[in-house]
């Protein structure tokens, strides 16, 4: 087979004419070199291949998966891959536009894939799988050109993250896959482009979403202000004295209805007014707003620089020393913010210097490992730590457990040396988080 | 007791969950103007960002679309177009995209018009059953003027719309005068607290909860809520000072550290967390509650200073609260206080403080708003809870000012008026995308230019056949827009900078002539977007709408908002 090496439409030889003529759009655009493309596109018969040939990963099928995988398809990729655990729900339908009434239920990857297949004609394949990401090893990553995540969960997007990084192997150059990451909250997203290890990651870039602050306890119990307060006291404090041994299921109204009457009743004693059902719901389940208008853009971001990354027919967001992030805002007029996102040394994932992490000495090491939950800079729920000498806390197996929980209340100064350096695990993330602690005082 | 649930228990209904989501942004409200909406959508070319900017609006339920589109289906269509399958070739484009994106939403109407555009605008009154008008490009100036018309006339919101390979362009005709009260700011911008300037309640509320301060035990020093720890220490300034507040950022940073110097240390977590409100207060909310210049803007606004029986609501409240602002120098207060350290008890007094202070001043403005209802012989009465949400948001109201986009003739410069000085400036700023409108102006004109080369009067895209000597060619019209644009303004730029302009402008226009008219699912995809995203504000005059002309640039990933 030649190369198309000149600027004049060539049929794909594989493909009778006809299916060809689909993609007259877009072969306009990939028979031709412009202004910026690299010196080395070859227009015309190269890129279609590639596009042809390349098998690429969506993570997530709900508001940003259903629009990357229509992106995706309408834009010649033919052998498309989908994640997802979840079933669709009544609230998806204003936006995650591949599901309708009747598929309420059903998992949202199976259905999203079948729709778009039957939409997109023959030639285009969508391979749906309805579960984890973490059900998933190395060798099942690695037959991914990319991977497009379309998340709304942070600690999803670490643990796919985290797995790329480690599966860099620098004899091979297959083993990079590039990531693209899109996420939105209402008017505002942001679309990013990571190549593991060569450039600023999730994990460098983790400080960028901070978790909301939670409102102390103390507040909760006995001086609530706002009618979430209210909420929060029936959700965390309420529920655990009256209903102790049934599972909370926010997604069963019955529960709501409670927690409502629960937060409302509060909320007259303490003589606070606003708590509603919406809110309620809205507090419990922590619902983010979410519209299919930031859902397009945001989605048609990331398979815009997918669809430039594979074809080479214009230059991408993500390559070192270049621009690789994108903020979008769309409340007040139109506003983004493209920038390239530094790699950070410290890194607990890509890099190669442990983090210093600033830590009251006289604190126990119970309420730091507590504090790490919220510190933005790590995020961790149930973190094992140590230092090269010795165990200090181990979450599992219950033995360890045991023989280390008495450190929980010990001194972080009688444990570690000021600049120690810890290794942090968590069951959630496939790496070793390292961090220096430096004492505050 | 079981038996006693009121209504609002039984849990939402099954519209208030379908768009639960959507709903936490605009509330009933918005979703009652989107519901009472018809939007027409005029589709040219390959007719791909139309539909996409369609389907992000069908989906939140719009009341009614209709798609005019006189295109059949070819082969072209199939792959780039999501909402068309196989077996609709050859048939009309505009009845099998109406039909799938009617599958979105069963709440929401579907209509077609398959007669070409120029028969469609014939009609008499064919554009009057809609609340705002889409059009995509390539459509024929006369007609695009004719729609402009029609939308300064009508005040009838137009948008145009380019999707051209990598790049994207829409312009936006608002009414002359589109107010938006609802701004929705973020809820850091919105506290006026007043500490400067409080009014007796205030004051007398305070000196109740800081009334020996110095010798309270820590558990009731610890809950002073900040506001009264605030007006305490400002008390204590002002006796050093002849009298006067904190003026500028040296003072602000002094009184913090004596806000800061007062904490106690001796508590259990060696600190107090009102008082770390208090100082972290400091320097964002001792400022004179001066309006922003838009907010005078608009009190000086013509419509604003001659009221008569044909005002809007919006102008006779925006009157009498510039009266009041006259009267008081202070806007309305919007009486809400953000959340801090504080008992409930004492916490839920201070909001009533507030609150009732912002009642008396929406009491006051409601009463001239009637005064002046009176005077100018007004037949209906302005909404009590328009001028209440209007006295909330008094300090972040907007004005937009819509204008005609331009509408490119052949042969004839592009007239810039009042902005020409501006953009002339804005030509030169490094990274600045307004020589990419530019060369979406150029491609327009090479389009409105009839075809030497065939009969008629057949429009041609540019790249379409022969890309490099339509390069050459747009290239040329670009240097010829950029030129009059630098003499209207009256400017003059120099080299190297005016190559720089030139040369970045060719190239927008040779990557715009790549693509030959072509349309990029990605980019018509992501302009559908944000046009329906300003749709929804427009429809729902809620949030602050573009400007008036956006540009997307797909290769830097980037966009940029100009005021044309
Ligand atoms: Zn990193």
Redesign the pocket.
Known sequence: MTLAMTGTVELEPSQPSNARAKWKHMDTVLDRSGPFTDPDFRPGETPKESLARAKVLVIGAGGLGCEMLKDLASSGFRDIHVIDMDTIDVSNLNRQFLFRQEDVGKFKAEVAAQRVEKRSGSGVKITPYCGKIQDKDEDYYKQFAMIICGLDSIEARRWINATLVGMVDEEDPDSLKPLIDGGTEGFKGQARVIFPTMT??I??QLDMHAPRAAVPLCTLATIPRQPQHCIEWAHIIAWEEERKGDILDTDDPEHITWLYQKALKRAEQFNISGVTYSMTQGVVKNIIPAIASTNAIVAAACCNEAFKIITSCNPCLGLPGTDNYMMYTGDESVYTYTFEHQ??PD?P???NLSRPLQVNQDSTLGEFLDSLTERPEAQLKKPTIRTEAKSLYYQSPPSLEEQTRHNLSKKLSELVENGEEVAIQDPAFPTTFKYKLVFQK | MENEIPPALQGPTAKEKKYDRQLRLWGAHGQMALEESHILLINSGPGVVGLETLKNLVLPGIGNFTIQDSAVVTQADLGVNFFLEDKHMGQFRAEHTCNLLKELNPDVEGHFITEPVELFLNKPNALKPYTLVLVTAPIRPELLSQLSSHANATNTPLFYIHSVGFYSHFAINLPLAFPVVDTHPSPESTTDLRLLNPWPELVQYAAEKTKDLESMNNEDHGHVPYVCLLLYYLGQWRKDHDGRVPQDYKEKTAFRNLVSDAARTNTPEGSEENYDEAVAAVLKSLNPAEPSSAVKEIFKAPECQRIDEQSPSFWIIARAISNFYDKHTALPLPGSVPDMKARSADYVQLQNVYKTKARKDIAEVLEDVRRIEEEVGKKTKVDEKEVETFCKNAAHVKLIRGRPFHVVQAGQSIKWGDRAKSLAQMLTFPGSLLPLYIAFLAYDEFTATPNKDSLGSASQIPGAADARLDVENVISVSRKIIDDLINEAGTFIEDPEYSEVLSTTADFVKELVRAGGAELHNISALTGGLVSQEVIKVITEQYIPVDNTCVFDGIRSKSEVIRV
Request: hydrophobic letters at 10%.
């Open positions: 600023s990651c994990e460098c790699k950070k890194c994932v890509c890099g």
